[in-house]
């Protein structure tokens, strides 16, 4: 696994769910080594999904958020595989995301709809456009006119936020995990959960005001 510092060497040999113990004692260094370990999954998760005035990184962000879920809420009592239920949580996170787009509720980041490939590993004959009844196609017109529309709310978005969540959406949207911004900006972790939450709030309250106008 590439990438490792030598504090997160210690967890090589550790068995993922004794590391996510680690991690939801609040160890940092547990966290990065977790997220770095799985983002090959989250990458092979994400190239399943398409996104609409969006980039690849944005999906792949999506991905990481429900592997961050997947360290905080395992419970090694209820599930045996920490590997098995992160592969669940991440796909219900893009699920998530995709549904939420459909609904047309949600910031350019998250506005998505999905390829012909299955739901979820355990059922292959479940395809996510059975799920999500998703539209798949759209006039090329549409898309432009979308493309601009986004691009207003974006900037009407940066206007509203303060220095420190611009900081954070600026690495957000290039697909670093939670624990990776917070490193870099010198915070916690639940500081940047709680910024990243704070914009969303603001640009959906945007998102609405505009089409109310």
Request: negative net charge; without cysteine; charged residues 25%.
């Given at each position: 696994?590439?990438?490792?510092?030598?504090?997160?060497?210690?967890?090589?040999?550790m068995p993922d769910e004794q590391v996510v113990q680690v991690i939801q004692a609040g160890d940092n260094t547990a966290l990065?080594?977790?997220?770095?370990?799985?983002?090959?999954?989250?990458?092979?998760?994400?190239?399943?999904?398409?996104?609409?005035?969006?980039?690849?990184?944005?999906?792949i962000q999506e991905g990481l958020i429900g592997l961050y879920k997947a360290t905080k809420s395992f419970n090694v009592e209820k599930q045996n595989s920490f590997k098995t239920f992160a592969n669940l949580c991440i796909e219900r996170q893009l699920i998530t995301a995709l549904k939420t787009s459909n609904r047309q509720k949600n910031i350019p980041l998250n506005s998505a709809f999905s390829l012909n490939q299955s739901a979820y590993d355990e059922n292959e004959d479940v395809e996510v456009v059975e799920v999500l009844d998703a539209k798949t196609a759209e006039d090329p017109l549409d898309t432009i006119t979308k493309k601009e529309y986004y691009s207003s709310i974006e900037n009407k978005i940066d206007e509203s936020l303060s220095d420190f969540e611009r900081q954070v959406l600026h690495y957000y949207k290039q697909g670093k995990s939670y624990a990776l911004i917070a490193e870099k900006l010198g915070t916690k972790v639940k500081s940047v959960d709680t910024a990243i939450q704070r914009i969303r709030k603001k640009a959906n309250k945007i998102k609405e005001n505009m089409e109310q106008e």
């Open positions: 696994m590439a990438n490792l510092n030598i504090l997160e060497e210690q967890y090589l040999n990065n080594y977790m997220m770095n370990k799985y983002n090959d999954l989250v990458n092979m998760k994400a190239s399943k999904f398409f996104m609409v005035g969006a980039e690849r990184d944005d999906i």
